[in-house]
């Protein structure tokens, strides 16, 4: 079946750090990835999304490339702000009618 | 102004009782989901409808049911509720299935 495997758990990094976020998919088609990001008691929002091989997409400082040749997604940004502190899910949609969420990824950024 | 509104936004049950969570999208979509975030597991995937028809269901147990009374509504039934069923409860919606999802603010259900 189609499934994603992230960076497990907790990340604390001091403002200032790289972060990077792994994510991993397995899948039996090509699909569209996504990484969702979700603040505390708020809701899940998309933040980046991608769908060609190599080409890179960024908001608010973050990036990912998609590589299919590793199936990877992972989720990079230079200079780790304490706002970026939340819950990040990546998320492969390939089966058309729903959108499935890896284990998330909890980021604390520490000043 | 939020698009996707979820009733009520905190909700307390008595184990065993019923309740109907309600989910309203103002957005044209023709998809919509509901999703389950406890403290236990991660975002969890319940069901996907299109067109008001039911595409997926991942959810083991037949006390949930979906209701889609309209193109852009979609409420949850719980019935027999359980503690373990605490969680919260987003409604999601989307313009097709492979595109962008958006969700609600989620409805926080403790069962008691």
């Known amino acids: 079946g189609d499934s994603v495997t992230q960076t497990e758990g907790l990340v604390t990094l001091t403002e200032g750090l790289p972060v990077m976020l792994n994510c991993t998919y397995q899948?039996?088609?090509?699909?569209?990835l996504f990484w969702y990001v979700q603040h505390l008691n708020e809701a899940p929002k998309l933040l980046l999304k991608?769908?060609?091989?190599?080409k890179r997409p960024e908001h608010q400082g973050f990036h990912a490339t998609l590589h299919k040749s590793s199936s990877s997604f992972h989720l990079q940004k230079s200079s780790a702000q304490l706002s970026d502190s939340a819950l990040y899910y990546c998320?492969?949609?390939?089966?058309?009618?729903?959108?499935?969420f890896g284990g998330g990824t909890r980021l604390t950024v520490r000043p | 102004d939020p698009k996707i509104i979820q009733k009520p936004k905190y909700l307390v049950a008595v184990t065993g009782s019923e309740k109907i969570l309600i989910c309203e999208q103002y957005?044209?979509?023709?998809?919509m989901y509901w999703y389950r975030q406890s403290a236990k597991k991660p975002l969890e995937f319940m069901f996907s409808?299109?067109?008001?028809?039911?595409?997926d269901n991942q959810t083991a147990s037949s006390r949930f049911q979906p209701q889609s009374s309209k193109k852009n509504h979609l409420d949850l039934q719980i019935t027999a509720l359980k503690p373990d069923d605490s969680a919260t409860y987003f409604c999601?919606?989307?313009?097709?299935?492979?595109?962008?999802?958006?969700f609600g603010k989620g409805t926080r259900l403790t069962v008691v």
């Open positions: 999601a919606s989307s313009p097709t299935g492979g595109t962008e999802v958006f």
């Open positions: 899948s039996t088609y090509s699909p569209f």
């Open positions: 409808y299109s067109y008001q028809k039911l595409m």
């Open positions: 998320a492969p949609d390939n089966a058309g009618a729903k959108l499935t």
């Open positions: 957005l044209g979509h023709n998809a």
């Open positions: 991608s769908f060609t091989d190599n």
